[in-house]
């Protein structure tokens, strides 16, 4: 029997592309390397919230996976006890099930200190590694530059006996943090700097979220990944490319050992347009209350999106699209936006919704009457069938759907222009009603009664329809307009002596107070998804109470109008 038959090559899921790590697995089920097993992990550190970025990593280590019949760790790597936390630990479980995967195991890097600290004594026995005397800043001194080779600790060539008997006192607590450190003793001439005698071990008097106050020396993360990765027999252990010069440490330490023998691949970390991936600096904006928190819905995080309104279906047909590589880019945040419009244009209901309203009055529509239109729930999904919505004397429209006088262009209401009410009647204006500063405060019209459902019996088109509430009827709601975070395409672009936070963008919130909805939606719960016909997705924001809705703009419906307007300018 040939080997292709014991592990027969699997149909390629059809929408995703192939890349190098997946042809890379194919490769080693051809070979039948591993008995034909691919085993992921994703890893992430406990250090703060989950962002688009790690959707890719986790779309990549479960999806590849999950394709080639084999399974995903979930490993928190929780190797630094100084900024972790189990309301992080918490999130970063609920964000890889909203996201569609479920982990094999749900394991921890802390759960193998004792496995790692076992593994640094062979080590030392080896003669591959020493107790340093050396403060960080003289390590960091004698580590060399890439032009230069490092210089040896005087440290380095202590005996195995001296060492064995220094890091057990490490670990028993006689020396003070940062006193001492445990090294790899590899090569401090190697043109590599992560070759250069990099250290394992350092003392750190931390209580850690699991091990408590057992340890007050810690694996350092070169140290305990590749050792993690092979203690679960991880077959394909992919990371983002800043991972690519530790990667013959990595080889180093499974080789020395002679462990199980993990393999590294690297990839391309995600990097959006006016979007910030780096826990640390979402972490600063949620500190120093930049944004509401982690799940501010204009936060990058898996939290702030789904808050938002984002799919999980469009985040992962996403991160199929744009493929995986080996060089670093930047993607158009426009591109994210454009595949959470395509889903939700196919799954969410419409409703009609004016956001700045403006008083409408059909003078010839009989007072006190109400009707019922028939109202199409989705376009793309017939199956999602009608609605009633109720039409009466005075509606709601938008401000900016009306003009006094028009400009050049301008095909919607304005004196004596006739327009379709979606669902409606065809409605001309006649007249205005100002306030004291010369606002228009109400437009008066006359409906056409034989245009009921918004066809004339004469054939007689309208350029334009709009969409309206009726007032009597109207639910009252809160709307949060989102614009970009940050007003630079490159949030890190900043004059000397700034930081990022010189980049956000003063009007990325804008709120709504007295929005007028169709009430139809007074049964909404928070995470329903909407389209407000001719404004954009709208998501129920979990701030909804029984009194109050509140929603937020997932995602605008392409604005040609914005264009025309440019264009004329
Ligand atoms: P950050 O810089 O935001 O803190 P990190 O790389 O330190 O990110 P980890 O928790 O260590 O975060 O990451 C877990 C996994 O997610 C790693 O394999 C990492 O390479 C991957 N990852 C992190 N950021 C991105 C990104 N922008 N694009 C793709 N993968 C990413
Ligand atoms: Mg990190």
Redesign the pocket.
């Given at each position: 029997m040939s080997i292709s038959k014991i592990n027969p090559e699997p149909a390629p899921a059809a929408p995703t592309q192939s890349n190098f790590i997946r042809d890379h697995m194919i490769e080693d089920l051809k070979t039948n390397k591993h008995g034909g097993r691919i085993w992921t992990r994703?890893?992430?550190?406990p250090n703060?919230y989950l962002?688009i970025?790690?959707a890719?990593?986790i779309c990549l280590d479960f999806g590849l996976a999950d394709e080639f019949g084999g399974g995903t760790n979930l490993r928190f790597?929780d190797t630094n006890p100084e900024k972790e936390e189990t309301e992080y630990v918490e999130s970063i479980q609920e964000d890889v099930r909203w996201l569609g995967f479920e982990w094999e195991n749900l394991l921890y890097a802390s759960d193998y200190f004792d496995q790692l600290y076992e593994w640094a004594v062979q080590l030392i026995k080896k003669g591959k590694a020493y107790v340093d005397d050396l403060s960080a800043d003289e390590i960091r001194q004698y580590r060399g530059t890439l032009t230069e080779p490092g210089k040896e600790s005087p440290h380095r060539n202590r005996s195995v006996e001296e060492n064995l008997d220094l890091f057990a006192r490490m670990k028993a607590g006689e020396f003070p943090d940062g006193s001492r450190c445990l090294r790899a003793k590899i090569d401090m001439a190697s043109p590599n700097l992560n070759m250069r005698d990099p250290v394992m071990y350092r003392i750190l008097r931390k209580p850690h979220h699991r091990t408590g106050d057992k340890w007050c020396i810690y694996p350092l993360y070169d140290y305990a990944h590749g050792q993690s990765d092979s203690l679960e027999q991880i077959t394909h252990s992919?990371?983002?490319l800043e991972f690519e010069d530790h990667r013959p440490l990595y080889n180093w330490f499974i080789k020395e050992l002679d462990i199980f023998p993990s393999q590294q691949f690297e990839f391309d970390?995600?990097?959006l347009t006016y979007t910030l991936?780096?826990?640390?600096k979402l972490l600063q904006l949620v500190r120093d209350r930049h944004v509401r928190g982690w799940d501010d819905p204009r936060m990058p995080t898996i939290s702030g999106i789904r808050r938002r309104g984002y799919t999980p279906e469009a985040l992962r047909t996403f991160v199929a699209n744009i493929g995986v590589s080996k060089t670093q880019g930047t993607l158009e945040l426009a591109m994210l936006e454009h595949f959470v419009r395509d889903d939700l244009n196919e799954r969410a209901l419409r409703v009609m919704a004016v956001l700045k309203p403006l008083k409408l009055v059909i003078d010839n529509y009989p007072e006190g009457q109400a009707e019922e239109m028939d109202a199409i729930n989705n376009p793309e999904n017939p199956s999602a069938g009608t609605r009633k919505v109720p039409f009466s004397r005075v509606l709601y429209i938008e401000q900016d759907d009306f003009r006094e006088v028009p400009p050049k262009g301008y095909f919607r209401l304005s004196p004596g222009k006739e327009v379709r009410l979606r669902y409606g009647y065809f409605v001309t204006a006649q007249s205005v009603v100002k306030n004291a500063q010369g606002e228009v405060v109400e437009v008066h019209a006359t409906y056409d009664p034989g245009t009921r459902g918004g066809n004339a019996p004469d054939g007689r088109k309208v350029k334009s329809t709009i969409h309206w509430v009726s007032a009597a009827h109207a639910m009252d709601a809160e709307v949060r307009l989102y614009d970009n975070l940050f007003s630079n395409p490159n949030p890190n672009d900043v004059p000397e002596g700034k930081d990022f936070t010189a980049n956000l963008n003063p009007n990325s919130l804008e709120i709504v107070a007295n929005a007028k909805l169709e009430p139809s939606l007074k049964n909404a719960r928070a995470g329903d998804r909407f389209q407000f016909e001719r404004l954009g997705y709208f998501c129920v924001d979990p701030d909804t109470t029984p009194e109050k809705l509140v929603f937020n703009r997932t995602v605008a419906l392409k604005d040609t109008w914005t264009k025309v307007e440019k264009k004329n300018a």
């Amino acid at each position: 029997m040939s080997i292709s038959k014991i592990n027969p090559e699997p149909a390629p899921a059809a929408p995703t592309q192939s890349n190098f790590i997946r042809d890379h697995m194919i490769e080693d089920l051809k070979t039948n390397k591993h008995g034909g097993r691919i085993w992921t992990r994703f890893p992430p550190e406990p250090n703060g919230y989950l962002h688009i970025g790690h959707a890719k990593a986790i779309c990549l280590d479960f999806g590849l996976a999950d394709e080639f019949g084999g399974g995903t760790n979930l490993r928190f790597d929780d190797t630094n006890p100084e900024k972790e936390e189990t309301e992080y630990v918490e999130s970063i479980q609920e964000d890889v099930r909203w996201l569609g995967f479920e982990w094999e195991n749900l394991l921890y890097a802390s759960d193998y200190f004792d496995q790692l600290y076992e593994w640094a004594v062979q080590l030392i026995k080896k003669g591959k590694a020493y107790v340093d005397d050396l403060s960080a800043d003289e390590i960091r001194q004698y580590r060399g530059t890439l032009t230069e080779p490092g210089k040896e600790s005087p440290h380095r060539n202590r005996s195995v006996e001296e060492n064995l008997d220094l890091f057990a006192r490490m670990k028993a607590g006689e020396f003070p943090d940062g006193s001492r450190c445990l090294r790899a003793k590899i090569d401090m001439a190697s043109p590599n700097l992560n070759m250069r005698d990099p250290v394992m071990y350092r003392i750190l008097r931390k209580p850690h979220h699991r091990t408590g106050d057992k340890w007050c020396i810690y694996p350092l993360y070169d140290y305990a990944h590749g050792q993690s990765d092979s203690l679960e027999q991880i077959t394909h252990s992919m990371c983002t490319l800043e991972f690519e010069d530790h990667r013959p440490l990595y080889n180093w330490f499974i080789k020395e050992l002679d462990i199980f023998p993990s393999q590294q691949f690297e990839f391309d970390r995600l990097s959006l347009t006016y979007t910030l991936l780096s826990k640390r600096k979402l972490l600063q904006l949620v500190r120093d209350r930049h944004v509401r928190g982690w799940d501010d819905p204009r936060m990058p995080t898996i939290s702030g999106i789904r808050r938002r309104g984002y799919t999980p279906e469009a985040l992962r047909t996403f991160v199929a699209n744009i493929g995986v590589s080996k060089t670093q880019g930047t993607l158009e945040l426009a591109m994210l936006e454009h595949f959470v419009r395509d889903d939700l244009n196919e799954r969410a209901l419409r409703v009609m919704a004016v956001l700045k309203p403006l008083k409408l009055v059909i003078d010839n529509y009989p007072e006190g009457q109400a009707e019922e239109m028939d109202a199409i729930n989705n376009p793309e999904n017939p199956s999602a069938g009608t609605r009633k919505v109720p039409f009466s004397r005075v509606l709601y429209i938008e401000q900016d759907d009306f003009r006094e006088v028009p400009p050049k262009g301008y095909f919607r209401l304005s004196p004596g222009k006739e327009v379709r009410l979606r669902y409606g009647y065809f409605v001309t204006a006649q007249s205005v009603v100002k306030n004291a500063q010369g606002e228009v405060v109400e437009v008066h019209a006359t409906y056409d009664p034989g245009t009921r459902g918004g066809n004339a019996p004469d054939g007689r088109k309208v350029k334009s329809t709009i969409h309206w509430v009726s007032a009597a009827h109207a639910m009252d709601a809160e709307v949060r307009l989102y614009d970009n975070l940050f007003s630079n395409p490159n949030p890190n672009d900043v004059p000397e002596g700034k930081d990022f936070t010189a980049n956000l963008n003063p009007n990325s919130l804008e709120i709504v107070a007295n929005a007028k909805l169709e009430p139809s939606l007074k049964n909404a719960r928070a995470g329903d998804r909407f389209q407000f016909e001719r404004l954009g997705y709208f998501c129920v924001d979990p701030d909804t109470t029984p009194e109050k809705l509140v929603f937020n703009r997932t995602v605008a419906l392409k604005d040609t109008w914005t264009k025309v307007e440019k264009k004329n300018a």
